[in-house]
Nanobody, 123 residues
Framework: QVQLVESGGGLVQPGGSLRLSCTASGAIISITSMGWYRQAPGNQRELVATITRGGVINYAESVKGRFTISRDNAINTVYLQMNSLKPEDTAVYCC?????????????????WGQGTQVTVSS
């Protein structure tokens, strides 16, 4: 019904920048919230940032001032600009979409997830 496809991960040196993108496809009328979560080896998945359709943003404390989330509602795409990257930011970053209204199916309460993209911060 809904596919989320991420892009933009890779290897970067400490202090560097990366920009992640995630586009949702399907018979989508609207998406309430889109965001990014990450999971490092041996750790639980944690929230990085979320943004609502109306532009309300929430960041994890660990990324405030370094990461910026944005979205383009017209193309169901969310972005994560990551600056001043640190080795501890290394993780698989997954895109999330919640509160989706689908044409012909109505409101879907369950969240949708992308496959994830690897971000590695290392010298």
């Amino acid at each position: 019904q809904v596919q989320l496809v991420e892009s933009g991960g890779g290897l970067v040196q400490p202090g560097g920048s990366l920009r992640l993108s995630c586009t949702a496809s399907g018979a989508i009328i609207s998406i309430t919230s889109m965001g990014w979560y990450r999971q490092a080896p041996g750790n639980q998945r944690e929230l990085v940032a979320t943004i609502t359709r109306g532009g309300v943003i929430n960041y994890a404390e660990s990324v405030k001032g370094r990461f910026t989330i944005s979205r383009d509602n017209a193309i169901n795409t969310v972005y994560l600009q990551m600056n001043s990257l640190k080795p501890e930011d290394t993780a698989v970053y997954c895109c999330n979409a919640e509160g989706i209204i689908l044409s012909g199916l109505g409101y879907r309460g369950s969240p949708y997830w992308g496959q994830g993209t690897q971000v590695t911060v290392s010298s």
